[in-house]
């Protein structure tokens, strides 16, 4: 008979989630404030549209080559950690062996059961391995991050933040107040549904982002119109 299962996981290994929030907040937030500060100085329609859409995909290539050599580096030092443990393995099973004997009876199991778990676990080559790097490295060599799969989930998500305070302007609404709103709401939106993810509630998680962009759009349109004024 095969074990019930009581609940299930989400996955939290894919390496998108945290491109793909943090890219979406980046891009509504950084977006607004560049188009609310060129709005300030009195800009044209035309102005605010091409300064939004240049913001939109210098920031996305941004984002995505940021996270993918990041992601990258991150992965190749980790596999270089795994090789280094591969060797030790070849070299020195023994000392492995008991390297993880003193891992189980440090968790409480009895010094000569540890060692025979220990020792039936590291039959297997690939198997003590990924046992090990899960115990010394706090990863497992099958559930690496992909850079490809970041550097594409943030360059998605934040093209389409970013899109987000542009689009009235594109759409032939020249109005500020509603790029803002807009812009505003994404961010609620984008707080709320992280939220699912996370132990905060969605109102306070969308809520903080609010407030956190409409900060930024005041800062910066403050400091348009400042700006504006003294050039002018």
């Given at each position: 008979m095969s074990a019930e299962a009581h609940h299930s996981h989400?996955?939290?290994?894919?390496?998108?989630?945290?491109?793909?929030?943090?890219?979406?907040?980046?891009?509504?937030?950084?977006?607004?404030?560049?188009?609310?500060?060129?709005?300030?100085?009195?800009?044209?329609?035309?102005?605010?549209?091409?300064?939004?859409?240049?913001?939109?995909?210098?920031?996305?290539?941004?984002?995505a080559a940021g996270e993918y050599t990041s992601v990258a580096s991150q992965r190749e030092l980790v596999l270089a950690e795994i090789e280094v443990e591969r060797r030790e393995l070849a070299r020195h099973p023994a000392d492995?062996?008991?390297?993880?004997?003193?891992?189980?009876?440090?968790?409480?199991?009895?010094?000569?059961?540890?060692?025979?778990?220990?020792?039936?676990?590291?039959?297997?080559?690939?198997?003590?391995?990924?046992?090990?790097?899960?115990?010394e490295l706090g990863?497992?060599?099958?559930?690496?991050?992909?850079?490809?799969?970041?550097?594409?989930?943030?360059?998605?998500?934040?093209?389409?933040?970013?899109?987000?305070?542009?689009?009235?302007?594109?759409?032939?609404?020249?109005?500020?107040?509603?790029?803002?709103t807009l812009a505003l709401l994404g961010l609620f939106l984008c707080g709320a549904v992280v939220s699912r993810v996370t132990a905060r509630s969605w109102w306070y998680s969308g809520l903080r982002q609010l407030l956190l962009g409409a900060a930024a759009a005041g800062i910066t349109y403050a400091l348009g119109s400042l700006f504006g004024t003294s050039l002018g």
């Open positions: 989400r996955d939290v290994t894919g390496g998108w989630l945290r491109p793909s929030v943090f890219g979406a907040m980046d891009g509504l937030v950084s977006n607004l404030g560049l188009i609310t500060g060129v709005a300030g100085s009195s800009a044209s329609s035309h102005t605010i549209v091409v300064a939004g859409m240049a913001g939109l995909m210098a920031g996305a290539f941004s984002m492995e062996l008991e390297e993880l004997t003193a891992v189980y009876v440090g968790r409480g199991v009895e010094p000569e059961l540890a060692r025979e778990v220990a020792r039936q676990l590291s039959a297997d080559p690939e198997q003590a391995l990924e046992i090990h790097t899960r115990e990863v497992a060599p099958g559930d690496l991050p992909s850079p490809t799969v970041a550097a594409v989930s943030s360059f998605g998500s934040f093209a389409v933040g970013a899109l987000l305070p542009v689009l009235p302007y594109l759409v032939g609404v020249g109005t500020l107040w509603i790029a803002v």
